[in-house]
């Protein structure tokens, strides 16, 4: 039941734009039902490799087979599109364990077999592969959504099935037999009656006053939040007083995980406790007390706060096209740099709660003005630009909601084509898969202004006080950010010589990681 809920749309699955039935069968006894659909999806795919194809969207054919005897599911799926250079199949199958009723087994297996694509085969097998593995991840997900739906409706099991025949005799039996079968029914009754107490399944039981947030506290310091929006931020709330050990974030800290993931309470949840567990390892909640940068660092490192824009968010100004990244790199180690990043975020986050009491309006997240002014080919030094991407993951995965807007300047008519690409290569790394598309909610904080573009209406008055733009970009307010310079290659480190004695690995557990794989053979 709560699989068919998926059709003939299902808003949780984005790239399932909708399905048709093309045959529909039972047998005789009704045990068996039969259903097979054609679906179709919107595939994550280079819109380039769509032009060549010459198509939008691609065409699956699904087969459900429902065995209420045997209490199985069995789904069989196959690609229509491009059937005769691309063969896709795919068997899942649900089952009652054997020795435990209350549990589902769950198999799954698929192949695929490229024979042609237009000279694309290996970015086909790419684009597969990596929708495969999303949609393993997601289909558990959706499963647990809809049973949670059938549960709020007070459909709390199933009834065995039964011959046809069995159905009949039943139904001829006297009144008092009928009224003797009322009390069965008992349990399911009170067990909807339980589910329809609130308004989620979900939602623990809590007193009246812990339902609800003071209006003024949420205007004062957390922004505009829809009934939903504060319930999940409670709950969630809740649960960390129930369960962690340890200081409990502030409301704005765990809005932050709750936003980044869509106020899903489960993915927010998970997010929160890996990095409040990251935190404590590696005691980054005093890094503002204990880090003190080396020298070097703050003469070579072009970055620094600098007062706050038109809304009241913290500046900070980032002189890259100065900065030696890989001199800093290779004098400095990855660990200073990334403890040096970690220590300009939590001075942010204390920034915007200082920001949020002197505006009287909620704070929390910054702005970043970033200048390409002298950027070259040497900012594209692969250790420095992994590097680069490894600190992203890192802030990304424990900073989430506190780039408010990004102001790049002064980036060279090469920057779009280098932007495209440096993102390409992120997605890349990340995902095994290079993509141009990038997320809406994160293209839409970002401004960029080649040449002298920044200057004058539509330009950085838009988003500073003239009195704070900085002088090197014609303002008035003098900036006392370094100007940087190239690295005296004396400071480099030697190949043997380690990373300062102190240093901690703050990324121990990472998603980059290397694998000697021989062609065709399989590897996880």
């Avoid at 790239?15 to 039972?26: Q, T």
Wanted: aromatic share 10%.
């Amino acid at each position: 039941m709560a699989y068919e809920k998926r059709f003939p749309t299902c808003p949780e699955i984005p790239v399932f734009l909708g399905s048709e039935i093309l045959r529909e069968s039972k047998s005789e006894d009704g045990a068996i039902h039969i259903i097979e659909r054609s679906c179709k999806l919107n595939v994550d795919a280079p819109r380039l490799l769509k032009k060549i194809a010459g198509v939008e969207y691609v065409f699956f054919v699904q087969k459900n087979t429902v065995n209420w005897k045997e209490r199985t599911l069995l789904i069989e799926a196959h690609n229509e599109t491009f059937a005769n250079r691309v063969v896709v199949l795919e068997i899942c199958n649900y089952s009652v364990h054997p020795e435990n009723e209350d549990w589902t087994c769950f198999e799954q297996s698929a192949s695929l077999d490229i024979k042609s694509f237009f000279g694309f085969e290996n970015t086909v097998e790419k684009i597969a592969m990596k929708q495969y593995t999303a949609n393993i991840k997601r289909g558990k997900e959706v499963i647990e959504h809809y049973l949670k739906e059938l549960i709020s409706q007070g459909i709390m099991f199933v009834p065995r099935w039964t011959p046809l025949a069995a159905c009949k005799k039943v139904a001829s039996k006297a009144p008092s037999q009928q009224e003797s079968s009322k009390a069965p029914a008992e349990p399911h009754v009170h067990g909807s009656e339980k589910e329809s107490g609130g308004t989620c399944p979900s939602v623990e039981a809590s007193t009246p006053d812990a339902d609800k947030l003071d209006a003024d506290y949420i205007e004062r310091y957390l922004g505009q939040l829809t009934p939903m929006q504060e319930s999940c931020l409670i709950r969630l709330r809740q649960w960390l007083q129930e369960t962690h050990k340890g200081k409990i974030p502030k409301d704005e800290h765990i809005l932050r995980f709750l936003r980044a993931r869509d106020f899903n309470i489960d993915k927010a949840r998970e997010m929160l406790c890996q990095s409040l567990t990251w935190r404590k390892q590696y005691q980054v909640d005093y890094i503002l007390q204990t880090w003190r940068p080396p020298s070097l660092l703050e003469e070579y490192y072009t970055g620094g706060w600098h007062y706050q824009d038109r809304d009241g968010r913290p500046l900070y100004i980032l002189r890259l096209g100065q900065m030696d990244t890989k001199g800093l790199v290779k004098a400095l180690g990855e660990e200073s740099l990334l403890r040096h990043v970690l220590s300009i975020n939590e001075e942010g986050q204390k920034r915007c709660e200082e920001n949020t009491n002197l505006f009287g309006r909620p704070i929390t997240s910054w702005t970043c003005l970033v200048d390409l002014e002298g950027l070259n080919m040497r900012h594209l030094w692969r250790p420095g630009v992994k590097a680069l991407l490894r600190i992203i993951e890192v802030v990304e995965d424990n900073y989430p909601e506190t780039l408010g807007r990004l102001l790049i300047v002064r980036a060279p008519r090469v920057f779009p084509v280098l932007w495209t690409l440096v993102s390409d290569v992120e997605v890349g790394l990340r995902q095994g898969e290079v993509s141009p598309f990038i997320n809406e909610n994160t293209r839409q904080k970002f401004l960029i202004y080649s040449g002298n573009n920044y200057q004058g209406p539509g330009g950085l008055v838009d988003y500073l006080d003239k009195d704070v733009i900085p002088d090197f970009l014609g303002g008035e307010c003098v900036c006392n950010v370094p100007e940087g310079g190239l690295v005296p290659k004396s400071l480099y480190q030697t190949d043997e010589e380690p990373e300062t004695s102190d240093h901690i690995r703050l990324w121990t557990e990472t998603i980059y990681h290397s694998a000697s794989v021989f062609r065709g053979a399989p590897h996880e």
